[in-house]
């Protein structure tokens, strides 16, 4: 009896010991949890503007992912066609380099016959003070002229022709005309060639 009891009077005192270390235990795990709550409490508004703040950061991720996608599809839109009017740019460059060598080819061109032309200017210049007319057109004789004129006529009738414009343009055409007149009024009329002729046709008359 006396160990049953002295061994139930041990276990009884440990027991007590533990439900006292538990009891302990509880209170401080209780002072944590009212601390934690209370932590909590205090922790609870800056969680939520945390959250909000989370939310507002990832909306503006979004927000700058998409103006980032579309900003990237208008500068590369942008790109293609800068890309674009650089080759038309080309393209126009290259024409009016084309033309420029086609201009600058036609001005010399134009210049190998501006330099014939005035070679042959000179030369006909040169040739007109050598000729018979520009002498006689110094002396003012505008009948000897004229009859030089008629005469080419008979010959090279291209050539008096563009002596005689010339002469027309230098001289009008109201003075060639009443030139003409003059000459043909002037111009005798010999009556003796006539009455050979009729002479001479009658001599053939006789002999058929």
């Known amino acids: 009896m006396d160990v049953t009891y002295a061994l139930s009077i041990r276990l009884n005192s440990q027991h007590d010991e533990e439900v006292a270390h538990l009891k302990a235990t509880l209170v401080s795990v209780e002072k944590?949890?009212?601390?934690?709550?209370?932590?909590?409490?205090?922790?609870?508004?800056?969680?939520?503007?945390?959250?909000?703040?989370?939310?507002?950061?990832l909306a503006d991720a979004r927000e700058a992912s998409e103006l980032y996608k579309s900003e990237g599809e208008r500068l590369k839109q942008q790109?293609?066609?800068?890309?674009?009017?650089?080759r038309d740019l080309q393209f126009d460059l290259n024409e009016s380099r084309d033309d420029v060598r086609e201009f600058t080819?036609?001005?010399g061109d134009m210049e190998v016959r501006i330099a014939d032309l005035q070679r042959a200017l000179v030369k006909s210049i040169e040739g007109f003070k050598k000729s018979e007319e520009y002498r006689i057109l110094l002396k003012g004789d505008t009948a000897t002229l004229l009859m030089s004129f008629c005469q080419k006529v008979a010959t090279d009738f291209s050539g008096i022709y563009s002596h005689f414009t010339a002469f027309v343009t230098a001289f009008g055409e109201?003075?060639?005309?009443?030139?003409?007149?003059?000459?043909?009024?002037?111009e005798p009329v010999d009556s003796d060639d006539d009455s050979e002729i009729s002479s001479s046709e009658d001599e053939a008359g006789d002999e058929s």
């Open 174 to 186: 109201d003075y060639v005309v009443s030139l003409f007149d003059e000459l043909h009024e002037e």
């Open 32 to 57: 944590e949890r009212d601390n934690a709550l209370s932590k909590k409490d205090e922790l609870a508004p800056l969680c939520e503007r945390q959250s909000s703040d989370r939310e507002r950061l």
């Open 79 to 86: 790109i293609r066609d800068l890309q674009t009017q650089v």
């Open 105 to 107: 080819h036609k001005c």
